[in-house]
């Protein structure tokens, strides 16, 4: 089998409202996915998280022609290829997230070829269903009174979830006052995870960090900059919380720091951002080996989500014991009709706040065309 074509698609969706983070607002909601067809009529979609434009211009002008005429299944070797060929220029950021979007599509023509779902290929599912978590409580604009962050919180236990993360990274007072109102807004038993987006330097997340300890808090996810390391160790080392970080890292070069100082307690690389599956693998077992958790982030339209899903389960459970809380999955809330839409079975959360693995062939995502088309940018 060989590839014979690689498409790019930017898709766009305006929100009708906007939220926020602490790095800023989003207005739209954009994705990148690549489509790379084959000989044999089988094609495998992947997707970048990140800008969609400058990625879509990685992969027409200095990607594709490395796969193009390639073997899908020699996907090692062409990850190498595509890395090796841009390091002097790449070695982070968007470069990575195109060679990401490429090797998932690889994967996905890998387990279609087979008729195997892609964490088949990886070694098997450790899991047939996983625990989800909300990811949500976003700035708004007006900001929420802690009465709508209550009612929000209820409306997630509604929905079936037992855990949720919150953004924070508003400034210590208003992220101390958001948290105090949902955790007694969902009382004991439910998972309440933070998210600064490496909004604060190490003094003000201790600080912080401090006061929220008492609302039990499953994790603090990147309370510093991704580059901080010494950030890391010191709020680390500061704080009775687990700490999480590694949506902004790649490659196992990059992780490599990260873990093997020990900066974090859960390491979190995201499969459409770190390098797609044949890197993200080896990230995990990078990760067994220094006893972190490997709790992977998760974003995007219903491809990236799908990916996400296919590492996650084929992760083994940190420590491995019956009653393992890790690895979660990340289920974002906030309005995408990229993720709700695209894919002709959606990936749901069911009752009890668990998510199914799809036994479907590659990443077992059939992407609407017609939905495509109608948020593609021309
Ligand atoms: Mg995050």
């Not at 996907?75 to 060929?85: K, V």
């Not at 625990?131 to 976003?138: E, I, L, M, N």
């Not at 909004?199 to 901080?228: H, M």
């Not at 890790?326 to 906030?334: I, N, Q």
């Amino acid at each position: 089998m060989k590839v014979t074509g690689v498409t790019t698609y930017v898709l766009k969706h305006d929100l009708p409202e906007p939220f926020g983070f602490s790095q800023g607002w989003y207005s739209t909601r954009k994705c990148l996915l690549t489509k790379v067809q084959t000989d044999e009529g089988l094609f495998g979609w992947g997707e970048s998280w990140g800008p969609p434009e400058p990625v879509c211009t990685i992969i027409e002008h200095i990607l594709a022609p490395m796969v193009v005429g390639e073997d899908p299944f020699d996907s090692e070797r062409l990850w190498e290829r595509m890395y090796n060929s841009t390091r002097d220029y790449g070695q982070k950021g968007l470069i990575i997230g195109a060679i990401s979007s490429i090797d998932i599509a690889l994967w996905d023509i890998k387990g279609k070829a087979l008729d195997l779902p892609v964490h088949k290929l990886l070694g098997g599912a450790f899991r047939d269903h996983i625990k989800a978590y909300a990811s949500s409580f976003y700035q708004t604009n007006p900001p929420q009174s802690e009465r709508d962050l209550r009612e929000l919180a209820l409306k997630h236990i509604n929905e079936g979830f037992t855990m949720m993360k919150m953004k924070i990274g508003f400034g210590p007072a208003e992220d101390v006052k958001r948290v105090r109102a949902v955790r007694e807004a969902v009382g004991e038993g439910v998972g309440l995870m933070v998210d600064a987006n490496h909004a604060y330097d190490s003094c003000t997340a201790i600080r912080l960090g401090k006061q929220i300890e008492p609302y039990d808090i499953f994790w603090f996810e990147e309370p510093v900059g991704p580059e901080n390391i010494e950030g890391y160790l010191e709020v680390r080392a500061a704080l009775n919380i687990p700490i999480a970080g590694g949506e902004a890292e790649f490659t196992k070069f990059g992780f490599r720091a990260l873990i093997s100082k020990r900066a974090v307690d859960i390491i979190q690389p995201d499969v459409t951002l770190a390098g797609g599956f044949t890197e993200c693998k080896k990230i995990a077992a990078m990760a067994q080996a220094w006893h972190i958790a490997c709790v992977p982030h998760v974003w995007g339209s219903a491809v990236g989500l799908a990916a996400g899903l296919q590492f996650i389960t084929s992760i083994p459970n940190h420590p491995e014991y019956m009653w393992s809380d890790k690895p979660v999955l990340e289920v974002d809330r906030s309005p995408n009709p990229l993720r709700d839409e695209l894919a002709r079975e959606p990936i749901v959360v069911v009752k009890n706040g668990v998510v199914s693995i799809p036994q479907r062939p590659g990443l077992g995502v059939d992407v609407d065309e017609q939905v495509l088309d109608r948020y593609r940018v021309k």
